[in-house]
T-cell receptor, first 110, second 112 residues
C-alpha cells in the first residue's frame, strides 16, 4: 500500500466549476501536511499547508481529518490556469523528508 | 535573490557512463534534499544533507548512487554506471534551518 494515495484523475471541469480532491495517508505518525502544485515538466510548488482546523487561501480550501487520515483540497470558481497536477504531501518531521502522492491531474476547459 | 539552481537542465548519458547533477541552494539555506521523479510517478525522497554531512540517506539506492554537500560549492548527486531505469527527473530542494522547502527546476536525465 502506498503511503500517500490519490486518485490520479484526470478531473475534467469547465471554468467556474468547483472541484474537490481527496487524499489518504497511512502513517499515523505524520505531523505535517501540504498540497503542492506541479505543472507539466516543472518543479512542484507549495500551494498551501493543511491544518486540522481547516484553512482557506482565496479560492482554495484545505482540510485535514487526523482520525480518518484524510486530506482534502477544494477549488472554487476554477480558472484555466488551475490546470495542473495537485500533489498531496505528508511529513513525519516537519520539512525534513516529504512523502508525495502521485498526484491528481486537473484539466479546466473553457 | 536567485532560487535553487540546478544544472544541467537536461543530461543525456549512455548506459555505463557517470552522471553528475549539481544543486546550489538558495542563499542562506543550509539544508539540501534530493528527490527523484520517475515517469508517471510521484516524487520520491532520496537524501537529506547539511554542509559536509549526510543526515538521512534512507531513500538512496544501495549501489551506484552517492551524494555530497561540501563546505564550498554545490551539492552533487552522482550516479555511476547509469542504466535505463535511472532516467527520471531529479529535483533538489533547499531550506533554512527551520522553514519550508524551495525546489529547483530539476535535471532531466535520459539514459540511452
Amino acid at each position: 500500500r502506498k503511503e500517500v494515495e490519490q486518485d490520479p484523475g484526470p478531473f475534467n471541469v469547465p471554468e467556474g466549476a468547483t472541484v474537490a480532491f481527496n487524499c489518504t495517508y497511512s502513517n499515523s505518525a505524520s505531523q505535517s501536511f501540504f498540497w503542492y502544485r506541479q505543472d507539466c515538466r516543472k518543479e512542484p510548488k507549495l500551494l498551501m499547508s493543511v491544518y486540522s482546523s481547516g484553512n482557506e487561501d482565496g479560492r482554495f480550501t484545505a482540510q485535514l481529518n487526523r482520525a480518518s487520515q484524510y486530506i482534502s483540497l477544494l477549488i472554487r470558481d476554477s480558472k484555466l490556469s488551475d490546470s495542473a497536477t495537485y500533489l498531496c504531501v505528508v511529513s513525519q518531521r516537519g520539512f525534513q523528508k516529504l512523502v508525495f502522492g502521485t498526484g491528481t491531474r486537473l484539466l479546466v476547459s473553457p | 535573490n536567485a532560487g535553487v539552481m540546478q544544472n544541467p537542465r537536461h543530461l543525456v548519458r549512455r548506459r555505463g557512463q557517470e552522471a553528475r547533477l549539481r544543486c546550489s541552494p538558495m542563499k542562506g539555506h543550509s539544508h539540501v534534499y534530493w528527490y527523484r521523479q520517475l515517469p508517471e510517478e510521484g516524487l520520491k525522497f532520496m537524501v537529506y544533507l547539511q554542509k559536509e554531512n549526510i543526515i538521512d540517506e534512507s531513500g538512496m539506492p544501495k549501489e551506484r548512487f552517492s551524494a555530497e554537500f561540501p563546505k564550498e560549492g554545490p551539492s552533487i548527486l552522482r550516479i555511476q554506471q547509469v542504466v535505463r531505469g535511472d532516467s527520471a527527473a531529479y529535483f533538489c530542494a533547499s531550506s533554512p534551518v527551520e522553514g519550508g522547502y524551495t525546489f529547483g527546476s530539476g535535471t532531466r536525465l535520459t539514459v540511452v
